[in-house]
């Protein structure tokens, strides 16, 4: 972690759709007994059967580690998250609605509690630290099974209640057929192995493996690869067009396809624009500790000294 030197410890929770990361980091910036758990699926209690686990990891690291008692948290979640009021609004994967994290998570854990969007958080963790340091317009994109956004405008992240950056429900043009459809049923990784495994009659592929056959010669994968990156360039086109987006930070399982992606992304996108700037366009930096890293951020901003000092914000 690059976190350097605080007055207190603090605790940060990153919660997935299959895993549940979590971390005690201490005032130098360690991370000390990151744990990671299978995220706890409870139809009937979603959003309590997640701070049942969030309790039981507290408790963990409490006993683990008394020297280093947590004075704040932060908890980051998927879906519609409307970080100001601590209320996760909707998840679709984890199944809660109008669910009180921040209230109820302070009740239990006894401290400040910071509660988050995943990729919002992640995101304002790669503009302090990672690949978007040196930028103050930046739109960060996550392609995993699907799509999310996080936008920074002028150093600041929009969040809009938690509506803010849903990219992937943004409509662009259906390679299928007349109309449109979302980027996510073209764009995502889970969309090129479904698109490509329903035309081929094969097998369900991964996204790597589509690639490896575009590359190879399979014309119905390039087919495939190439309408995936129209509708992400599609949809970063607008993003330049509207917010003057000057960097995009690819994040997810598809950017581990490195420039087998963002090359020909670059591409496409730099056709689509007129006289607006090119974004840089990169891959992610933080990796998978991106979400965790900005929840420590985010908990370690509720800390006394942090509150009270001037110019803590997310702008610069």
Known sequence: MV????????????????????????????????????????PLRPGEAILDAVEALASEFAAEFPA?????????????VDSDTGVGIYSANLGWRNFPFGE???????LPVSFGHDVSTAAEAE???????????????????????????DGYPVRAGGFAGELGH???????GPGHTILEAVGSAGAIARRYSDKAGTPRAGAREVLERATAGDALAARIWADAVDALAFSLSQCVSIIGTEAVVVGGGLAE???????????????????????????AQLGQDAGLLGAAMRARALLPAAKAASGTGTGR
């Open 104 to 110: 109820k998570a302070a009740q239990r854990l006894g």
């Open 127 to 153: 503009f302090r630290f990672g690949a978007a340091r040196d930028f103050r317009n930046v739109v960060v994109m996550v392609v995993g099974t699907g799509i999310a956004a996080a936008v920074i405008s």
């Open 170 to 176: 943004a409509l662009v043009p259906d390679p299928d």
């Open 3 to 42: 976190l350097g030197a605080a007055e207190s410890a603090v605790l940060a929770f990153d919660v997935g759709g299959t895993d549940l990361k979590a971390g005690l980091v201490d005032t130098a910036g360690n991370v000390l007994g990151l744990r990671r758990r299978a995220t706890p699926h409870d």
């Open 257 to 283: 396809a490195g420039e087998g992606l963002l090359q020909p992304l670059r591409s496409r996108l730099d056709e689509l624009l007129d006289f607006q700037r090119r974004p840089i366009i990169m891959r």
């Open 68 to 80: 280093h008692p947590a004075k704040a948290a932060c908890i980051v979640v998927p879906g519609i």
